[in-house]
């Protein structure tokens, strides 16, 4: 049976961070942030509590616990999220109507493909942690309009929902929060070097064309992470941003970068490759965009994910569907401008937004090419497994809509320690001091952030 649809006109607020607060604390609390008004690239946020069910994958197992029943399975975990969301006859008016929300990380890749076991696993969280969502909060930002959708809900449980989001939450003091220790990296200079050596021998033996090689800091702290979330979308504020309060982690994302969405039926991916760092002097900021743009080596490295993605997404997509509309296009961030391309395709019928997700993972602009021997590298080269780091952040709704980031940018807080990555692809003509640089310009905001609530 097909859930049933309801939709309510909210008040619209320019803040849902403010929304989110009242809510940032409860078990399952995702935040999907347009990061509005900071930043003016994106257009929805969507706030939700409470799902009907949950779906953990750890290793070869997939926890799935349901009205507080909890069975276990082997099966594939992308299949498992497909099963639990019943298709909708709602409108497609609004991007989400209810269905599955949370994060995929770069490692559940292991159960999609062989790699090797090398590097140590000392993020100790889920593969997959995925809520299903029968309500959610929709702010359209270009509309000024605020939505609440939900399926399944008793009308006492609609209206409690209607009176909680149509006002704003008393303003509190945010919760406190504090680093107390230096920020340390698993990769120095000399290391990273190391590392840059062989990933150039392997491009000179033929065995990749680029790798994404990356560091992991880590700090100890204490206290409330949304409270970093709130200073984070002030820093660093980004389109693709989200913050998710999961039962073992808390995830702090500022990502700029789409990986796949899905609008009844359109499919469309963004992959970033090339970066220059934000200047403070306008004439000199505008020569880091020229320099961009006219780079050879960054346009021939965001050209070769651009053909790995359309491969990619052909798996899926309607024989002869996949373009490529806008190609090394510059957009400016906080810190950073980026060289982005835009791919587009139509899901063939017979395939769900799922089966899309699945045939891309992980995404192509932070692995390399070909993607599995450069996996393998990672694997190699990296001394910690990635984790949340280059999975996927977003939904996957009832309606067969999607919409998901890359999972760069992005902070994971557990155990008292926040951590996160910094790091970039690496080709025949990249310079290993631009490089390691280069992961410190894309880490800037994030250590800024941390520097913010050292002691």
Same mark, same amino acid.
């Not at 939505?147 to 909680?164: C, P, S």
């Not at 006002?167 to 680093?179: E, G, H, I, M």
């Not at 970068?257 to 000199?284: A, D």
């Not at 602009?365 to 996996?375: F, L, N, Q």
């Given at each position: &049976?097909?859930? $049933?649809?309801?939709?309510?006109?909210?008040?619209?607020?320019?803040?849902?961070?403010?929304?989110?607060?009242?809510?940032?604390? =409860?078990?399952?609390?995702?935040?999907? @942030?347009?990061?509005?008004?900071?930043?003016?690239?994106?257009?929805?946020?969507?706030?939700?509590?409470?799902?009907?069910? +949950?779906?953990?994958?750890?290793?070869?197992? +997939?926890?799935?616990?349901?009205?507080?029943?909890?069975?276990?399975?082997?099966?594939?975990?992308?299949?498992?999220?497909?099963?639990?969301?019943?298709?909708? $006859?709602?409108?497609?008016?609004?991007?989400?109507?209810?269905?599955?929300?949370?994060?995929? /990380?770069?490692?559940?890749?292991?159960?999609?493909?062989?790699?090797?076991?090398?590097?140590?696993?000392?993020?100790?969280?889920?593969?997959?942690?995925?809520?299903?969502?029968?309500?959610?909060?929709?702010? @359209?930002?270009?509309? =000024?309009?605020?939505?609440?959708?939900?399926?399944?809900?008793?009308?006492?449980?609609?209206?409690?929902?209607?009176?909680?989001?149509?006002?704003?939450?008393?303003?509190?003091?945010?919760?406190?929060?504090?680093? +107390?220790?230096?920020?340390?990296?698993? &990769?120095?200079?000399?290391?990273?070097?190391?590392?840059?050596?062989?990933?150039?021998?392997?491009?000179?033996?033929?065995? *990749?064309?680029?790798?994404?090689?990356? %560091? !992991?800091?880590?700090?100890?702290?204490?206290?409330?992470?949304? +409270?970093?979330? #709130?200073?984070?979308?002030?820093?660093?504020?980004?389109?693709?941003?989200?913050?998710?309060?999961?039962?073992?982690?808390?995830?702090? /994302?500022?990502?700029?970068?789409?990986?796949?969405?899905?609008?009844?039926?359109?499919?469309?991916?963004?992959?970033?490759?090339?970066?220059?760092?934000?200047?403070?002097?306008?004439?000199?900021?505008?020569? =880091?965009?020229?320099?961009?743009?006219?780079?050879?080596?960054?346009?021939?490295?965001?050209?070769?994910?651009?053909?790995?993605?359309?491969?990619?997404?052909?798996?899926? *997509?309607?024989?002869?569907?996949?373009?490529?509309? #806008?190609?090394?296009?510059?957009?400016?961030?906080?810190?950073?401008?980026?060289?982005?391309?835009?791919?587009?395709?139509?899901?063939?019928?017979?395939?769900?937004?799922?089966? #899309?997700?699945? $045939? *891309?993972?992980?995404?192509?602009?932070? $692995?390399?090419?070909?993607?599995?021997?450069? &996996?393998?590298?990672?694997?190699?080269?990296?001394?910690? !497994?990635?984790?949340?780091?280059?999975?996927?952040?977003?939904?996957?709704?009832?309606?067969?809509? &999607?919409?998901?980031?890359?999972?760069? !940018?992005?902070?994971?807080?557990?155990?008292?320690?926040?951590?996160?990555?910094?790091?970039?692809?690496?080709?025949?003509?990249?310079?290993?001091? @631009?490089?390691? %640089?280069?992961?410190?310009?894309?880490?800037?905001?994030?250590?800024?952030?941390?520097?913010?609530?050292?002691?």
């Amino acid at each position: &049976m097909s859930p $049933t649809n309801k939709t309510f006109l909210l008040p619209y607020f320019t803040d849902s961070s403010a929304l989110f607060s009242a809510i940032a604390e =409860q078990p399952w609390a995702i935040f999907l @942030d347009s990061g509005f008004p900071n930043s003016q690239q994106g257009r929805y946020d969507i706030i939700s509590t409470s799902p009907i069910c +949950t779906l953990v994958t750890q290793g070869n197992i +997939t926890q799935i616990t349901c009205d507080a029943i909890t069975t276990e399975s082997t099966l594939d975990p992308f299949d498992l999220v497909k099963a639990e969301l019943l298709p909708s $006859t709602a409108e497609h008016e609004l991007p989400f109507n209810g269905g599955a929300m949370g994060y995929f /990380s770069y490692d559940l890749a292991r159960r999609l493909e062989k790699l090797p076991v090398i590097a140590t696993d000392a993020e100790h969280i889920a593969d997959m942690a995925i809520g299903i969502y029968t309500w959610a909060v929709i702010v @359209d930002h270009h509309q =000024q309009q605020s939505y609440l959708v939900g399926h399944t809900q008793t009308d006492v449980e609609w209206q409690a929902l209607i009176d909680q989001f149509s006002v704003l939450p008393p303003s509190r003091a945010n919760l406190p929060f504090q680093v +107390t220790s230096t920020v340390r990296s698993n &990769m120095d200079e000399g290391t990273y070097q190391t590392a840059f050596k062989k990933i150039k021998q392997y491009l000179k033996e033929g065995d *990749c064309y680029q790798v994404n090689l990356a %560091q !992991r800091f880590i700090a100890e702290c204490s206290g409330s992470p949304w +409270t970093a979330y #709130l200073k984070l979308r002030e820093l660093n504020a980004a389109p693709f941003s989200g913050y998710l309060n999961l039962p073992d982690a808390q995830v702090l /994302s500022s990502s700029p970068e789409r990986f796949l969405k899905v609008t009844e039926g359109t499919v469309e991916t963004k992959p970033i490759k090339g970066t220059r760092p934000r200047k403070e002097n306008v004439t000199e900021d505008e020569q =880091q965009i020229h320099a961009l743009q006219n780079s050879y080596k960054d346009k021939s490295e965001n050209l070769m994910i651009v053909d790995l993605l359309r491969n990619d997404i052909g798996k899926t *997509c309607k024989k002869g569907s996949v373009k490529v509309p #806008l190609i090394f296009n510059v957009e400016s961030y906080a810190t950073v401008h980026h060289l982005v391309s835009t791919i587009t395709g139509e899901l063939d019928d017979n395939q769900h937004a799922l089966d #899309l997700l699945k $045939t *891309c993972f992980p995404g192509g602009s932070i $692995t390399g090419a070909p993607k599995i021997r450069s &996996m393998e590298v990672i694997e190699e080269l990296e001394p910690n !497994r990635r984790g949340v780091y280059c999975g996927a952040i977003g939904y996957i709704g009832f309606n067969g809509n &999607m919409d998901t980031n890359i999972a760069i !940018r992005t902070l994971v807080h557990s155990n008292n320690t926040i951590r996160f990555w910094a790091g970039g692809g690496i080709v025949n003509d990249s310079d290993v001091a @631009d490089e390691y %640089q280069e992961s410190f310009d894309k880490a800037k905001a994030l250590l800024d952030l941390l520097k913010e609530f050292s002691a």
